[in-house]
């Protein structure tokens, strides 16, 4: 299940005004814990108001949202949900980051976002689970990992108010690697190779 299409069911609503953005792509639900978002925004408001920092869901809302969250969901703007597809990329690529609120029933799941999050190219800020974990250690320093919310909390604020360009930078030579290494021709090649073994 993917929230766009690549049919014009809306007009375009696209705009970045924060130096730091945050967001949780893709189906927004509670299987995938997204309304943990609005906690995360809850705790960090002092920066949101400072406009140091923004939150913003892309994707189709199927959790009961907080109508006076400072984050911000997309997805409500759209009549049937279904984000067109340029808008969707538009607001993935302003993102700074690529939140992921998934627990333990992921652990025996994949999900989508991981390999959105390498195709655009932006580093990661999750909750530690095994579908987490074995990315992480599969492509390396491709963003945070946290163990529990209030830890995320705390980590959110001190990326944002002491911001490390040079690791970011290394995220994102890691994520680009990511992006090579799961091209659907290098792939390719990586199964030939190994089935000729």
């Known amino acids: 299940e993917h929230p766009t299409s ?7 609503d696209v705009s970045n005004d924060a130096p730091i953005t945050m967001t949780s792509i893709g189906v927004q639900n509670l299987e995938k814990n ?3 978002i609005e906690e995360l925004a809850y705790h960090n408001q002092s920066l949101v108001s400072d406009n140091k920092i923004k939150f913003s869901t892309v994707g189709r809302l199927a959790f009961p949202n907080n109508s006076s969250s400072s984050v911000i969901h997309h997805g409500l703007k759209y009549a049937d949900y279904l984000i067109p597809r340029d808008d969707f990329e538009k607001l ?20 989508g976002v991981f390999f959105d999050a390498i195709n655009f190219v932006k580093p990661i800020i999750a909750l530690r689970c ?10 390396g320093d491709i963003g945070y990992l946290f163990e529990s919310l209030e830890d995320m909390k705390k980590g959110v604020q001190e990326i944002t108010t002491t911001f490390d360009a040079e690791r970011y930078n290394i995220q994102i030579s890691n994520l680009k690697t990511a992006k090579n290494r799961t091209e659907p021709s290098n792939f390719k090649k990586a199964l030939t190779i190994l089935l000729n073994l």
Not at 6 to 12: A, F, G, K, P, R
Not at 130 to 139: A, I, R, V
């Open 130 to 139: 095994n579908l987490t974990e074995y990315y992480f250690d599969k492509f």
């Open 34 to 36: 997204s309304q943990l």
């Open 92 to 111: 993935a690529f302003q993102a700074h980051f690529i939140l992921m609120f998934y627990g333990k029933e992921y652990d025996l799941k994949t999900s």
């Open 6 to 12: 690549y049919i014009q069911h809306s007009e375009s």
